[in-house]
């Protein structure tokens, strides 16, 4: 949905950007997350967030670790983006939060947009789309804020479970309400 909203205009400051930002080497996330977990979680010079991922969906107190070093520097960095776009006359600005539910930040946020699809198809599509195991993928799940309570709680739900075009045309009726505000 964020690519769709960029295509239409929007300006979309992203938390999975944010959060590959502030642990590139040389940064303080970067020095923090290897003095944290050690230099086996690194790679070509990198954080290899293949391998650290695979810790912390199996070991919560790495995961709560990890959260404490990183959740605050992409909170910093995305607030410096939205700044930014606010500077320039930027009316709306799109945050693309994957974690916000299990963060508690929604009421940080004006309006929540969730894009659901139901925890089957969650699960088909990570492990179809993204290459995970079946294993890994409901261990991704079971980290998260149940997919049915989400709905509850947003203010706005595209339903992502049909073709691109129908969840496309829900994101153009958003967008047009977006630019009535």
Avoid: C
Avoid at 110 to 125: G, N
Avoid at 145 to 164: C, F, L, M, Q, Y
């Amino acid at each position: 949905m964020a690519a769709m909203l960029r295509e239409l205009g929007a300006v979309v400051v992203d938390a999975d950007e944010a959060s590959h930002a502030v642990y590139e080497p040389g940064t303080p996330g970067f020095e923090a997350v290897v003095g944290e977990f050690g230099d086996y979680y690194v790679s070509d010079g990198h954080i290899d967030r293949q391998r650290l991922g695979e810790l912390i969906f199996k070991d919560g107190a790495s995961r709560r670790r990890l959260n404490a070093i990183v959740h605050p520097l992409v909170r910093d960095w995305m607030a410096a983006r939205t700044v930014e776009a606010a500077e320039t006359g930027v009316k709306v600005v799109i945050q693309d939060v994957p974690l916000l539910f299990e963060n508690g930040l929604e009421p940080l946020f004006s309006s929540v947009v969730l894009v659901y699809v139901p925890e089957e198809m969650q699960l088909t599509r990570l492990v179809e789309g993204r290459g995970f195991t079946p294993e890994r993928a409901r261990a991704v799940i079971a980290t998260q804020v149940p997919i049915e309570e989400k709905r509850r709680r947003a203010h706005i739900v595209i339903d992502n479970s049909g073709t691109p075009e129908q969840t496309r045309a829900q994101v153009e009726q958003l967008w047009a309400r977006l630019g009535d505000d």
